[in-house]
């Protein structure tokens, strides 16, 4: 069965910036085909989407919560099956375990925000730290 890997992880100080990758990996999955999206889950707190992409059939329009726009970039990388997560101007409150998932296309991901219900599929996680 296939699942999404995530890696690109790490510690990082403040102000700094680190690349996510995450790969379909073990099933045959046309990521344009789908909307994608990377959620993050810090200790003790639920899940969260942090920024969702439309499949590229339906725009490629994003969405990002506020306290990553302007700082985070998804895109998808020229492989079907992978997309990434450019995190830049990092802050302690952004350390969490990030995922990546992907939903039927028309779901999950809205001008509004992401309905964290429409995704289920997920990997390990990669682990964020952000720390001097």
């Known amino acids: 069965q296939g699942q999404f890997v995530e890696s690109g992880g790490g510690l990082v100080q403040p102000g700094g910036s680190l690349s996510l990758s995450c790969e379909a990996s073990?099933?045959?999955?046309?990521?344009?085909?789908?909307?994608i999206g990377w959620f993050r889950q810090a200790p003790g707190k639920e899940r969260e989407g942090v920024v969702c992409?439309?499949?590229?059939?339906?725009?490629?329009?994003?969405y990002y919560i506020d306290s990553a726009k302007g700082r985070f970039t998804i895109t998808r990388g020229n492989a079907k099956n992978t997309v990434f997560l450019q995190m830049n101007s990092l802050k302690p409150e952004d350390t969490a375990v990030y995922y990546c998932?992907?939903?039927?296309?028309?779901?999950?991901?809205?001008?509004?925000?992401?309905?964290?219900?429409?995704?289920?599929?997920w990997g390990q996680g990669t682990q964020v730290t952000v720390s001097s």
């Open positions: 073990g099933f045959t999955l046309d990521l344009d085909y789908y909307a």
């Open positions: 992409m439309y499949s590229r059939v339906s725009g490629g329009a994003t």
């Open positions: 998932t992907a939903a039927d296309s028309g779901h999950g991901c809205y001008s509004h925000g992401i309905n964290k219900y429409d995704f289920d599929s």
